[in-house]
Nanobody, 127 residues
């Protein structure tokens, strides 16, 4: 199947920056999109940002951002490495959550795209 390994979470002060990384591996035929979601205590998991596989190897593709992170977070990808990054600037205490990597991938030998999730990485922003 597909395994997603996240890294880059941690504790940062308000106004600081963090960069999350997520590498996908396994029996992958194609990744249609990768992205980040987050879940704060007592809240539902929500979309942070996604990027599709269109465009050139390291640029292009269609991106989507939650309104609360637009202008502060930037999602990017390295297609040959099946890796997605989330650069988070001007972090606020409200950004505190577990951040999950997501991939919409097609496994070799199949024809359908399925959702795969990482185990999550904690991001804590202190005020």
């Amino acid at each position: 199947q597909v395994q997603l390994v996240e890294s880059g979470g941690g504790l940062v002060q308000s106004g600081g920056s963090l960069r999350l990384s997520c590498a996908a591996s396994g029996n992958i035929f194609k990744i249609n999109a990768m992205g980040w979601y987050r879940q704060a205590p007592g809240k539902q998991r929500e979309l942070v940002a996604t990027v599709t596989s269109g465009g050139t190897i390291t640029s292009g593709g269609s991106t989507t951002y939650a309104g609360s992170v637009k202008g502060r977070f930037t999602i990017s990808r390295d297609t040959p490495k099946n890796t997605v990054y989330l650069q988070m600037n001007s972090l606020e205490p409200e950004d505190t959550a577990v951040y999950y990597c997501n991939a919409k991938a097609v496994v070799r030998g199949t024809w359908t795209s399925s959702d795969y999730w990482g185990q999550g990485t904690q991001v804590t922003v202190s005020s």
